[in-house]
């Protein structure tokens, strides 16, 4: 197995004695798209500033690119791409100025790949930063984050605020340049659309604690959607533990939290299932129920 890019183990933090994440383990491909998610406050802006070292960790273990962020927080920092939240670009530069700036913390700074990307852009080098919308701010920030070619790219929220024409703007912008499965890249959204969209790992915080962390497709599997025909419509029809459970005469609908194969057998070989088909629940669905505590369980599920 290859090392991955990002790899935590039992990864603890707090602030002011206030728990943010609390026993996270996690490991995120080399290659992968990977999003992080939750409620607001659930550790994800923490989690992405502990793998960049710009935070160290009390206790757990995390190792980027191979390295310790604990001792290796620049030689981290001069290998990856960040994007904060909050757009960190100091007004009072010109474009040129801030590139000019921030290029020796990167060894492989590459002046070519920079004017490349401004031209994509359309931004002038010589523009004050102060005069910019949040937009080419943002798009000047990602500049920056990818002109050294960076193994790996860690972006916090970095579309939050733009309108849905910029937002879209971005998103090709990601997905267009230099191979992205070259490199990693891991971010933060409160949007499922751009999760949808861009990512195929997800990281599901909720309480400090991983509550889901693997592929997307494979999360919207385990919250399936499950419709079922029923040979009987009085029929008195028991639903797995735990699964929540809607009928209609001899259809039931079916809403689990963890579906897989021998779920999908049960209901294949069950006396009274004429027929099932499991459908995709949209994205931001299935994330709330990721992070919603279990509901009771429905012990029957009789005609209505």
């Known amino acids: 197995m290859n090392p991955a890019p990002i790899e935590v ?25 990977c999003a992080i998610v939750g409620r607001n406050g659930g550790g994800k802006s923490t ?52 590139f000019r700036f921030i290029a020796p913390f990167h060894p492989r700074w590459d ?12 931004l002038d080098p010589n523009a004050r930063i102060a005069a910019l919308s949040r937009g080419v701010k943002a798009r000047v920030a990602l500049i920056a ?26 998103l090709d912008a990601l997905l267009a340049h230099d191979g992205p499965r070259s490199r990693t890249i891991v971010f933060v959204s409160h949007s499922t659309a751009d999760v949808e969209r861009l990512a195929d790992h997800v990281v599901v915080l909720d309480g400090g604690r991983v509550a889901f962390h693997g592929e997307t497709d494979e999360l919207q599997r385990r919250f399936a959607r499950v419709v079922v025909r029923l040979r009987h419509d009085e029929a008195r029809f028991e639903p797995p533990h735990g699964v929540l459970c809607e009928r209609s ?23 009274l299932v004429a027929s099932f088909e499991v459908r995709r629940r949209a994205l931001d669905e299935v994330v709330r129920a990721c992070i919603e505590a279990p509901k009771p369980e429905v012990s029957s599920c009789v005609a209505s």
Request: proline share 7%; hydrophobic share 45%; no cysteine.
């Open 9 to 33: 183990q039992d990864l603890r933090f707090a602030y002011a004695r206030e728990p943010v994440l609390d026993g996270v383990s996690l490991r995120i491909p080399q290659g992968s798209l």
């Open 47 to 98: 989690l992405l500033k502990l793998i960049a070292g710009i935070l160290a960790p009390p206790r757990g273990v995390i190792t980027t690119l191979g390295l310790d962020p604990r001792r290796d927080g620049p030689r981290i920092r001069a290998r990856i791409g960040y994007v904060a939240d909050a757009l960190d670009v100091p007004d009072w530069m010109r474009v040129k100025d801030y």
């Open 111 to 122: 002046r070519s790949e920079e004017a490349r990307l401004r031209a994509r852009a359309q």
């Open 145 to 170: 984050a990818l002109a050294h070619r960076p193994e790996l790219l860690l972006l916090d929220e970095p579309f939050a605020g733009f309108d849905a024409s910029v937002r879209a703007e971005v």
């Open 249 to 271: 005469g001899d259809v039931v609908a079916l809403r689990y939290r963890d579906f897989d194969e021998r779920a999908e057998a049960w209901l294949a070989h069950h006396e």
